[in-house]
C-alpha cells in the first residue's frame, strides 16, 4: 500500500527557511518521480517542484524559483523541498505527491499525472 508521509511544516515569519519531508513506503521508491503542490482554501492545487527518479532533472514554478530547491534520498525512500525565503503568499497546506516514472528524467509539474498524494502539512507564513 502507497503511503506518503509529509513533516516539517510550521508557522514562521517572512524571510524564515523551512524543510519539508515526505516519507515514501509501500511502493519502490526510486521506480516514482516525486511533486510537490501546495494548496489555499478556495483556490485550485498548483504544482510547486518535481523531481526525476534519480533527482538528475528537477523542475519549479515560477513563483518559488530560486527560493525552493526539491531533493530526495533514494536510500532513505525520501523527498524534501527545501523553501528559503518565505512570504506571507507561499502559506498553504504543502502535498507530495509519486507518480511511475518510465524514464529515468521523467518528471512533471502537472498534478493530473501524480497517483499517489500525502495528507499534506501546513505552512504558514506570517509579515
Known amino acids: 500500500q502507497v503511503q506518503l508521509v509529509e513533516s516539517g511544516g510550521g508557522s514562521v515569519q517572512a524571510g524564515d527557511s523551512l524543510k519539508l519531508s515526505c516519507a515514501a513506503s509501500g511502493f519502490t521508491f526510486n521506480n516514482y518521480y516525486m511533486g510537490w503542490f501546495r494548496q489555499t482554501p478556495g483556490k485550485e492545487r498548483e504544482s510547486v517542484a518535481a523531481?526525476?527518479?534519480?533527482?538528475?532533472?528537477?523542475a519549479y514554478a515560477d513563483s518559488v524559483k530560486g527560493r525552493f530547491t526539491i531533493s530526495r534520498d533514494n536510500a532513505k525512500n525520501t523527498v524534501y523541498l527545501q523553501m528559503n525565503s518565505l512570504k506571507p503568499e507561499d502559506t498553504a497546506v504543502y502535498y507530495c505527491?509519486?507518480?511511475?516514472?518510465?524514464?529515468?528524467?521523467?518528471?512533471?509539474?502537472?498534478?493530473?499525472?501524480?497517483?499517489?498524494w500525502g495528507q499534506g502539512t501546513q505552512v504558514t507564513v506570517s509579515s
Open positions: 523531481i526525476s527518479r534519480s533527482g538528475g532533472t528537477t
Open positions: 505527491a509519486a507518480a511511475r516514472g518510465y524514464y529515468t528524467d521523467a518528471y512533471s509539474l502537472r498534478s493530473a499525472r501524480y497517483d499517489s
